[in-house]
């Protein structure tokens, strides 16, 4: 009898081998640098998958063969580090000191945000004079609302603005823009190449110290309709015959190609950073790639990631299409301590859900 279990079993483990070593091969595919192995680049957009489906293994074999559930928990124990940068768990950070400074990114998706709208009721502005921020970074935010608002008195709470778009775009989505209640001492694009996206740096006098912030908004994924479409068809119905090869093959492409441009952009924003002589620095904003990528890995590599230390749960920030990934992160130099990091599900404005944290200088 227990070799007819065995012999039943045996197709099971094989399936439950490769999942296992799925999970493995997508938690590390960060490692490939995208202009070398594109497309295996990519396998940090299935690890969810991948995890998802050793832990119902794990609790299968645990029903039926606890000794079988081994497979899989190897292959997790593997993958702790990139298990809590997809979904980490802080109990002690939630409390933030006093003396600590409030930061917010958020993509407002500027076609819901226009000059006609610019006022008190919208809830864009609503949001934020709500937010409490001390420092809040926008992407996809038009110059001519921002104008229409400060004209009002709106946000009066943030004295200290900024805004530019990105090199040698004048689309309203590339826009981005800066708050503060604390003096900007200057801005600084940053060059990234051949791209409508950007980043901009800023100084920003707090107490005697210059903290340097970068406001990304890096290489979208450029899909259309036809594309997100696939997207979903692939999750909800990946057997069916009306999904076009075409269309996956161009969804693909598109995933491909700029992931290859935001690696080249990562590599410039952290080069920029690294020739940074203050203690105090911030790298937020929309990456536009999940926490398991090679964009991320790059500047985790000089950063530390607020959201795996102090955030808690996958901290999903788009909200669109069924590609539920946190892709907006705020990152900072060690001579910070994050607390408090979430990101916010209750503002359904934008395709983005805000992300904050508190953030307290260490002496």
């Known amino acids: 009898m227990k070799w007819i279990l065995r012999i039943l079993f045996l197709p099971i483990l094989v399936v439950n081998l490769a999942v296992a070593l799925m999970l493995i091969g997508c938690a590390y595919s960060p490692l490939l640098p995208p202009a070398t192995l594109p497309l295996l680049s990519l396998a940090g957009l299935a690890f969810p998958f991948a995890l998802a489906g050793n832990v119902l293994f794990i609790i299968a074999w645990l029903l039926v063969r606890r000794r079988y559930a081994w497979l899989s928990v190897i292959a997790c124990f593997l993958c702790l580090p990139?298990?809590?940068?997809?979904a980490p768990i802080n109990v002690g950070y939630q409390k933030a000191p006093a003396d600590a400074i409030k930061l917010m990114s958020y993509n407002i998706l500027g076609e819901n945000f226009t000059s006609s709208t610019a006022n008190r009721d919208n809830p864009i502005i609503t949001y934020l004079e709500g937010?409490?921020?001390d420092i809040?970074?926008?992407?996809?935010?038009p110059f001519a609302p921002l104008k229409n608002a400060k004209?009002?008195?709106?946000?009066?709470?943030?004295?200290?603005?900024s805004y530019n778009i990105s090199k040698d775009s004048q689309s309203a989505s590339n826009f981005l823009c800066c708050l503060s209640k604390y003096p900007i001492l200057s801005v600084e694009k940053l060059d990234l190449g051949n791209t409508s996206n950007g980043c901009t740096k800023y100084r920003i006098l707090h107490d005697i110290d210059t903290i340097v912030v970068y406001n990304c908004h890096l290489q979208s994924n450029g899909l259309d309709t036809n594309d997100k479409s696939a997207y979903e068809q692939l999750l909800s119905k990946p057997q069916k015959e009306k999904i076009k090869t075409d269309e996956t093959k161009t969804l693909v492409k598109k995933l491909r190609d700029a992931s290859?441009?935001?690696?080249?952009?990562?590599?410039?924003?952290?080069?920029d950073v690294?020739?940074?002589?203050?203690?105090?620095?911030?790298?937020?904003?929309?990456?536009?790639?999940?926490p398991i990528s090679y964009t991320r890995r790059q500047l985790t590599a000089k950063l530390d990631d607020a959201f795996i230390g102090s955030g808690n749960g996958p901290g999903i920030s788009y909200n669109r299409n069924k590609m539920y990934y946190r892709i907006d992160h705020i990152l900072h130099s060690s001579a910070l301590e994050s607390y408090a990091c979430k990101v916010d599900h209750t503002v359904k404005v934008s395709d983005h859900y805000p992300i904050s944290c508190y953030l307290e200088k260490r002496r």
Request: hydrophobic residues 35%; aromatic residues 12%.
């Open 82 to 86: 990139q298990i809590r940068a997809f």
């Open 131 to 133: 937010c409490s921020a």
């Open 136 to 141: 809040i970074c926008l992407q996809e935010f």
């Open 151 to 161: 004209d009002k008195k709106l946000l009066a709470d943030y004295p200290y603005r």
């Open 260 to 271: 290859v441009k935001r690696a080249e952009q990562a590599n410039i924003i952290l080069a």
């Open 274 to 290: 690294c020739e940074e002589t203050t203690p105090y620095i911030i790298v937020c904003g929309d990456y536009n790639d999940s």
